[in-house]
């Protein structure tokens, strides 16, 4: 089914694929990578205007990573903003996206955990670094495929 948002990019010819509507009926939206950052710029413009929260996951062991915003259009008078759910699928082996923190500018220590957590290269961003874990950490801890180090052993050595 596809919801209102995903009918004015279709008319206006911007490429995107609807995923439907999540539990609280928010429409979700799966879009490119090599197309985020344009349509950001024409969500933002269109009144998209408050990045509520982005957060990223790994979808499967060795597969695709993904990156979530989750967008409010916030208007003067009107009770009920409307929401938006955008999905930024990228490749485990090359996990880039366009940052959108020129877009939204809340967006900086929620896309810096994402690379911090999952070693998504955000494009553009001012400060990518990792915000959590030390900058001498190896791997990306919040990878399925992501291996522990034994602490024990490393305590054992020194």
Not at 19 to 44: M, N, R
């Amino acid at each position: 089914m596809q919801g209102r948002l995903s009918a004015w990019l279709a008319k206006h010819e911007l490429i995107h694929r609807s995923l439907g509507f999540d539990y609280q009926g928010i429409e979700t939206l799966q879009v490119k990578p090599e197309d985020w950052h344009s349509i950001a710029v024409i969500l933002y413009v269109y009144g998209y205007n408050f990045l509520r929260s982005q957060c990223a996951y790994d979808v499967a062991p060795g597969g695709l990573l993904a990156s979530v915003y989750h967008l409010t259009r916030i208007e003067y008078g009107v009770d009920q903003p409307e929401e938006v759910c955008i999905k930024v699928f990228a490749s485990r082996s090359n996990p880039r996206i366009p940052s959108v923190f020129w877009v939204w500018k809340s967006v900086d220590f929620q896309e810096r955990e994402s690379y911090d957590m999952l070693g998504i290269s955000y494009d553009n961003h001012p400060r990518l670094k990792r915000i959590l874990m030390p900058e001498s950490w190896i791997g990306w801890p919040l990878r399925k495929d992501y291996i522990a180090p034994n602490f024990y052993e490393i305590q054992d050595a020194h």
